[in-house]
């Protein structure tokens, strides 16, 4: 998503949110009618269901915790500022952790042939690697392919959808992938 796009999202979101929140009445002791009080939220932290089990440095706490996807805008292979924020999440997880090799994966759902697909897809996830190379990854523990606009993760034709399919998605791996 675009700097502009994704912050009117978070708007979007956070009103909603605001408004749900708003729209629940209180009892006398502070409770809202839903058994929640709204002044404890966000106040332990304590696992979402099904995630107490998520082991420091694991596959999942980099899935959970620190991101493996970057969106671009159309046509681009810039990197804005919440890509860069969860590259640098990656960096220092990598880091921590140097036990991980990690695959970009490039895709693309923009205007052009399947060439210019690829193409592009590569570039995205040749900046996503570089990015980690200058945040101090060793290059030989990453190794990024562009695959233009297979595996999509949204068909409709919206705008809204098209985006999520303009990424790069890291994935890490016990070994580096030879046969890429």
């Not at 099904?50 to 915790?65: A, T």
């Not at 804005?80 to 140097?98: G, H, M």
């Not at 042939?113 to 690829?118: K, N, Y």
């Not at 690697?129 to 297979?150: C, E, F, H, Q, T």
């Amino acid at each position: 998503m675009g700097g502009s796009t994704a912050a009117l999202a978070r708007g979007i979101l956070v009103c909603a949110g605001l408004t749900a929140l708003a729209a629940c009445s209180t009892t006398g002791s502070g409770e809202v009618a839903s058994g929640i009080n709204p002044n404890t939220i966000g106040e332990t932290n304590d696992p979402a269901a099904g995630f107490e089990n998520v082991k420091p440095g694991s596959e999942q706490d980099f899935i959970l915790n620190v991101g493996r996807r970057i969106f671009f805008t159309s046509g681009s292979a810039t990197l804005d500022s919440v890509a860069r924020a969860t590259l640098d999440n990656q960096i220092a997880f990598l880091n921590r952790y140097p036990q991980w090799f990690a695959k970009m994966q490039g895709f693309a759902d923009d205007p052009g042939g399947d060439a210019a697909m690829v193409s592009l897809s590569q570039k995205r996830a040749d900046a996503v690697m570089s990015y980690l190379v200058a945040g101090g990854i060793a290059p030989n523990r990453l190794w990024a392919k562009g695959y233009g606009k297979d595996r999509p993760v949204c068909t409709r034709t919206e705008n809204e959808c098209r985006v999520q399919n303009r990424r790069v998605v890291v994935n890490l791996q016990e070994k580096r992938d030879e046969t890429m």
